[in-house]
């Protein structure tokens, strides 16, 4: 598989039309065909019944690279990636340094990322108060989206907008046919705020503190707005099932709008998490077990079309690691290595087939980037970027083998089943079982600007 061309062959390939056995010829980092016949005469690699899908997409990552690179970086966040048979991930713009609000500090990330790339790699810009002017050169310069707070960021930086933002933002990026990525929670008084103060170390008092009605307020709020802009708009890491049906209602009136969840709101249950354990701390933060089950149903129904990391990662100090204090961890999951194991352990459990975790984690999410045409596939004409996996066999990871920058996650502590095998980009294995034979293979993704 080194060679330039080589044919893969599995009985277990997931293709546009289901899962299906067939031989697939990869030539010149391109797939060049897809064949349900053996080819006659040629090498073909075999991989038995292992599953081939076309590698994920992570459209939900924070790299953290220039500024804050001690979190994370370009290295070890894609050779996580690598490792969790991710191909494609896009970086948020609030945890650099400078934030990705400006032409200029995109200029820099590009540069920070040049020849460290063990996967392909996209950016967003984002919108901040007063930025409205620089919005058009980040979208001539290629990021694939904007990304907008609408509660404080955990960034000072990045602060978030408010109402009267995103009137001026999103007739722009309208314009380009982007969407805009919104963290959907508006901050408002309730009883149980101060909790925290009581009960530093509980995380139902970090729950209570982050009630649902912030996120509720906040999807009705950008569905009020997309309508009147007609703006694309997506809403990120969807934690708060009260806000399912509106958000049906809207994409039933035809309004352009697409919504994610992560697997951390689909594992994790709050009433399992306990005290001290900041390891867990997120925003939106995870929320009760009946509540994720129907977000698992709001992904059968196809409302939720995308599971994704929205990996952030910190240090083991600004974590809490020391302390337990929730109010002052620093709030994100590490979890871009674990995604594939961890959501097909619990999909399997409730029905779900192979053909699932292609589309909410390859080919929606490649639509939804407006890379549909070249990614997310098997299919003739499409990038080589590829996962093997085997979903019968337990993901059991040691300490040494999780590559992010801070080897620690939640979902280290987990029996998994699904093991990321092999890992192709471009025509190229990038990791393979523990090692990684071809690293920066990865390119620079930019949205074409015609």
């Known amino acids: 598989m080194e060679l330039n061309n080589f044919i893969l062959h599995s009985t277990r390939v997931v293709l546009p039309d289901g899962v299906r056995e067939a031989w697939v010829l990869v030539a010149d980092g391109k797939i060049v065909s897809v064949s349900h016949v053996a080819p006659v005469g040629e090498a073909i690699v075999e991989l038995g019944d292992l599953v081939l899908m076309a590698g994920l997409i992570d459209s939900h990552v924070h790299i953290n690279e220039p500024g804050r690179t001690e979190w994370e970086g370009f290295e070890t966040a894609t050779r996580a990636a690598a490792a969790g048979g991710i191909t494609t991930l896009v970086d948020m713009p609030l945890n650099a340094s400078p934030v990705t609000t ?11 990322a040049v020849g460290k790339l063990a996967v392909n790699c996209g950016f967003y810009g984002g919108i901040i108060p007063g930025n409205t002017a620089d919005l058009a050169p980040l979208l001539e310069a290629g990021v694939l989206g904007i990304k907008a707070f609408l509660s404080h960021s955990g960034i000072d930086e990045f602060p978030n907008v408010e109402e009267r933002d995103l009137r001026a933002g999103m007739p722009i990026i309208a314009q380009y046919g982007v969407p805009l990525l919104v963290h959907a929670e508006l901050v408002s008084d309730h009883p149980e705020a101060t909790l925290m103060d009581e009960f530093p170390r509980s995380h139902d008092a970090w729950l209570r503190s982050r009630p649902k009605h912030w996120e509720n307020a906040a999807v009705e709020l950008m569905i009020k707005l997309c309508r009147e802009f007609r703006c694309k708009t997506h809403i990120v890491h969807l934690s708060s099932a009260e806000a399912v049906p509106m958000l049906q209602a809207a994409v039933g009136e035809g309004l352009p709008l697409t919504v994610e969840t992560c697997p951390h709101y689909l594992v994790f249950a709050a009433e399992e998490i306990a005290d001290g354990e900041t390891l867990y701390k997120c925003a939106p933060p995870i929320r009760e077990r009946a509540n994720n089950e129907l977000l698992w149903e709001a992904l059968r129904a196809g409302l939720i079309s995308m599971v994704v990391t929205d990996h952030s990662p910190a240090t083991p100090d600004l974590k809490g690691m020391g302390d337990g204090r929730f109010r002052e961890a620093w709030g994100g999951i590490a979890s ?6 961890a959501t097909w352990t619990e999909a399997e459990k409730r029905g779900f087939g192979i053909a699932n975790i292609g589309k909410w984690m390859s080919s929606n999410v490649a639509e939804f980037l407006g890379l549909g045409d070249s990614k997310g596939k098997i299919a003739a004409g ?3 970027d590829l996962v093997v996996w085997n979903p019968d066999q337990d993901c059991l990871t040691a300490h040494s083998d999780i590559q992010h920058r ?3 996650s939640p979902y280290a502590r987990m029996n998994l089943r699904g093991r990321v095998l092999q890992t192709i980009v471009g025509g190229k294995i990038v990791y393979d079982q523990g090692n990684f034979p071809n690293l920066g293979c990865g390119n620079i993704i930019l949205r074409k600007t015609t």
């Open 102 to 112: 400006t032409l200029a500090a995109f200029q820099s990330k590009l540069a920070a």
């Open 382 to 384: 499409y990038d080589a």
């Open 336 to 341: 871009l290595q674990f995604s594939l194991p």
């Open 406 to 408: 801070h080897p620690f």
